[in-house]
């Protein structure tokens, strides 16, 4: 299968162009803060609780909430049915989704409590920890949690010789490298850095180059749907 040619892939993009991305904020009424994220043919729900009392006791800490994260792949969200409940791809990727949020969530304001970020993906097509994050990130700010920024987050990769930004389903089965991204915009940081497959040192460059490109315009949108959200409202 040819995924690149003249430039342009297989979905008709260019080599830095991410794909349709929509966010929605406060899509979920019993939620503390929620968000919906569509991101090309993703569709990503998260559901935020909290800061609230932890139980069991012991899991508490004097010091700071308990960030807890679970990403969750709905059955129906792939071509094969996914069987349900936990398996060691969504315990990994809810493991690297705590590690992507937790450098910019004040914890250390909420001691011996929890905040639970709950990832739903009810329908998925490349790239859903990159969309959990995202919407993850506005969830946790639509909860009111005080947060030192949101994380945008999405991934590069290498197909053929080329490398280029947010991999559709075809490129990240065929291509040769994957690379997601979560970046904490003020300070530069990034909180997430994964890699399927190889690249050389200066493929990684260009590929973090674009990464950067894509989580900044990902940024405006996360500042833009919570600004629609809370525009001119009252909301607590
Ligand atoms: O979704 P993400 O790219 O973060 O994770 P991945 O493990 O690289 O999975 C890539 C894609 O493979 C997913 O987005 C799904 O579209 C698909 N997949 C699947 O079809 N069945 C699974 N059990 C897991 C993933």
Redesign the pocket.
């Known amino acids: 299968m040819e995924l690149i040619k003249d430039g342009i892939r297989i979905d008709g993009r260019k080599k830095d162009e991410l794909r349709d991305i929509k966010i929605e904020v406060g899509v979920l009424k019993r939620a503390d803060g929620s968000a919906y994220v569509e991101w090309g043919m993703?569709k990503v729900y998260v559901a935020v609780y909290g800061p609230r009392e932890l139980f069991p006791r012991f899991l508490r800490r004097s010091d700071k909430a308990v960030l807890q994260c679970k990403y969750n792949?709905a059955s129906f969200s792939?071509?094969?049915r996914?069987r349900p409940g936990p398996d060691r791809?969504s315990v990994e990727?809810s493991k690297v989704t705590r590690g992507a949020l937790e450098p910019v969530v004040l914890t250390e304001n909420f001691p011996e409590s929890v905040i639970n970020v709950n990832i739903e993906v009810v329908q998925?097509?490349?790239?859903?920890?990159?969309a959990g994050i995202t919407a993850a990130s506005v969830a946790l700010a639509d909860a009111g949690i005080p947060m030192k920024d949101l994380v945008p987050s999405c991934?590069a990769g290498k197909v053929g010789s080329e490398i280029i930004l947010d991999l559709c389903?075809e490129e990240?089965n065929f291509g040769e490298s994957?690379l997601?991204i979560a970046m904490i915009p003020r300070t530069g940081g990034i909180s997430l850095l994964q890699m399927?497959g190889l690249m050389t040192a200066e493929e990684l460059e260009e590929a973090l180059n674009l990464v950067k490109k894509g989580c900044k315009i990902i940024y405006e949108k996360q500042k833009e749907a919570l600004r629609k959200r809370y525009k001119g409202d009252d909301h607590d």
Do not use: F, L, W
């Open positions: 993703n792949m792939v071509d094969d996914k791809r990727i998925a097509e490349a790239g859903t920890r990159c991934a389903k990240d994957d997601p399927d």
